[in-house]
């Protein structure tokens, strides 16, 4: 069956640090590799999406980038984090049927 | 343009009520999935369904049931007998036959003991 693993689950960082959430898929192979934030009470917004190694779609423009150095994992990235950086960030991959969400990653930028 | 609108932000209901949580898409695509997923406290999203733009059958599950109406652009969710546990914010969203998906905001739905 296939699993998608998020970590970490809780992250405090401080403003202008560097950050890196990580993301691996099991039991599927080439799939559709998403990263979506929410902010407090919002809804989520897609920020990167993969189709395959290397390939990163960016959906809006802002503090962080994505890799996908390996066909099952995806790393979010920044280089200095602002405070509009916190929220809820999930990972998830779709089989064009169902998309299948990790367990989140909350970000506190203090 | 594509679009997923829940304008019920919060709803509160007491135990056992019934519950309607509506879902309005915009798509000019005529291929598309509508779903709906559940994201109690702790944060992960729960899928629930998935209906695809062929197939208006409404479906029951338990005590959670959805009506699709193509002519209204609607896929609304109701719980029948709501349970504390249904407490969550439930999310809909569409899949327009590409590699997005596109989700509502959300409601947040409380319910009472």
């Known amino acids: 069956s296939q699993t998608i693993h998020q970590w970490p689950a809780t992250l405090v960082q401080p403003v202008g640090s560097p950050l890196s959430l990580e993301c691996t898929v099991e039991?599927?192979?080439?799939?559709?590799l998403y990263w979506y934030r929410q902010a407090a009470g919002r809804g989520l917004q897609l920020l990167f999406y993969s189709v395959g190694i290397g390939q990163i779609s960016s959906e809006v423009p802002q503090n962080l980038s994505a890799s996908r150095p390996q066909d099952r994992q995806f790393i979010l990235s920044s280089k200095k984090l602002l405070l509009s950086d916190s929220g809820f960030y999930l990972c998830a991959w779709n089989d064009r049927a169902e998309a299948f969400f990790g367990q989140g990653t909350r970000l506190t930028v203090v | 343009a594509q679009k997923v609108t829940q304008a019920q932000t919060e709803i509160s209901v007491v135990e056992k009520e019934d519950v309607t949580l509506d879902c309005v898409y915009e798509t000019r695509d005529t291929t598309y999935y509508l779903f709906w997923y559940k994201q109690p406290p702790s944060g992960e999203l729960v899928f629930l369904i998935r209906r695809n733009s062929f197939d208006e059958q409404n479906e029951i599950s338990g005590r959670y049931s959805w009506n699709f109406q193509k002519s209204t652009s609607s896929f609304n969710f109701t719980i029948t007998a709501s349970q504390v546990v249904d407490s969550a914010v439930y999310f809909c969203a569409l899949n327009p036959g590409t590699y997005k998906y596109i989700f509502g905001t959300g409601t947040r739905l409380k319910v009472l003991a």
């Open positions: 039991g599927t192979s080439n799939p559709n």
